[in-house]
T-cell receptor, first 111, second 114 residues
């Protein structure tokens, strides 16, 4: 079993929809949680970073962490075609130096 | 350049040949990471450098894989006697320091082993 599980999709939504992307993890040592966005043939880029349980909002993006359930989410409001990409969750253990990534969810926002 | 630069962008090689992949991180970034991305597998950690030393090599899949970093800057990942299962995108990332979550990734090297 992988330490971080993420549904690969693909997920297809109409423009303007609210998108919910999720990851679960098995190791309670993970303390830092991130979401990266990856466009085709590009490297991932950091979207959101959270440490504590709860919500963090940045524009149309909200990251949610529930450490008790070992579950993290990314919500995208008013989704746009430019949001079409692969979204990867990532996490780091306290005191660690490497990120452990989910497999990524491919999202397509259609006009 | 302002970002992480990787070369070559594409590499096709024959099984059994050696390959070298290069990463030029953002100037001043002390931490450097190599990841491998295969279809359906996500990003697989390979090795982490802090300066010129590699305190975490735990992700290197076999002794055919090695990496070095010189001058606290450029890094090369070498794969000896390539196998078909080595085919993947090899991604390099750098960050400003230990424990920094903001990794800046290059666009990767697509390696195809025939």
């Amino acid at each position: 079993q992988k330490e971080v599980e993420q549904d690969p999709g693909p997920l297809s939504v109409p423009e303007g929809a609210i998108v919910s992307l999720n990851c679960t993890y098995s190791n309670s040592a993970f303390q830092y949680f991130m979401w990266y966005r990856q466009y085709s043939r590009k490297g991932p880029e950091l979207l959101m970073y959270t440490y504590s349980s709860g919500n963090k909002e940045d524009g149309r993006f909200t990251a949610q962490v529930d450490k008790s359930s070992k579950y993290i989410s990314l919500f995208i409001r008013d989704s746009q075609p430019s949001d079409s990409a692969t979204y990867l969750c990532a996490m780091r253990k306290g005191g660690g130096n490497k990120l452990t990534f989910g497999t990524g969810t491919q999202l397509k926002v259609e006009l | 350049g302002a970002g992480v630069s990787q070369s070559p962008s594409n590499k096709v090689t024959e099984k059994g040949k050696d390959v070298e992949l290069r990463c030029d991180p953002i100037s001043g970034h002390t931490a450097l990471y190599w990841y491998r991305q295969s279809l359906g597998q996500g990003l697989e950690f390979l090795i982490y450098f802090q300066g010129n030393s590699a305190p975490d090599k735990s992700g290197l899949p076999s002794d055919r894989f090695s990496a070095e970093r010189t001058g606290g800057s450029v890094s090369t990942l070498t794969i000896q006697r390539t196998q078909q299962e080595d085919s993947a995108v090899y991604l390099c990332a750098s960050s400003s320091g230990q424990g920094n979550e903001k990794l800046f990734f290059g666009s990767g090297t697509q390696l195809s082993v025939l």
